[in-house]
């Protein structure tokens, strides 16, 4: 099993930035891939991105690409998402997500459901 350790979160204005991280621990061997999630108040978890964690390959939900990043830091083992252009409906909480089969994590990135290990989320509030 994997554990993961969000943090970056935090309240921010209309049109601002924020970097998310994670962190993985224990069982990361089996975790070939990391992804990105949110979930606003009422709403559905969706997914946001992808990427394989030996780095290359990802993926951005349409939706989010041009304002979110997710990339990985392979010497330091940390996933991070980068956050610009802020919206109000951006408010959310934010999840990474670890999975041992790449196709799994896409269809999970692309419903917003399916199996992985979570993290506990970091909340990202966009307000003026």
């Known amino acids: 099993q994997v554990q993961l350790a969000e943090s970056g979160g935090g309240s921010v204005q209309p049109g601002g930035s924020l970097r998310l991280s994670c962190i993985p621990s224990?069982?990361?061997?089996?975790?070939?891939?990391m992804g990105w999630f949110r979930q606003a108040p009422g709403k559905e978890r969706e997914g946001i991105a992808a990427?394989?964690?030996?780095?290359?390959?990802?993926y951005t939900v349409d939706s989010m690409k041009g304002r979110f990043t997710i990339s990985i830091d392979r010497a330091k083992n940390i996933l991070y998402l980068d956050m610009n252009g802020l919206k109000p409906e951006d408010t959310a909480m934010y999840y990474c997500?670890?999975?041992?089969?790449?196709?799994?994590?896409?269809?999970?990135?692309?419903?917003?459901?399916?199996?992985?290990?979570w993290g506990q989320g970091t909340q990202v509030t966009v307000s003026s």
């Open positions: 997500a670890a999975n041992g089969s790449w196709p799994s994590l896409l269809k999970s990135v692309m419903t917003g459901t399916g199996p992985a290990d």
């Open positions: 224990g069982d990361t061997y089996s975790r070939c891939c």
């Open positions: 990427i394989f964690a030996a780095g290359g390959t990802s």
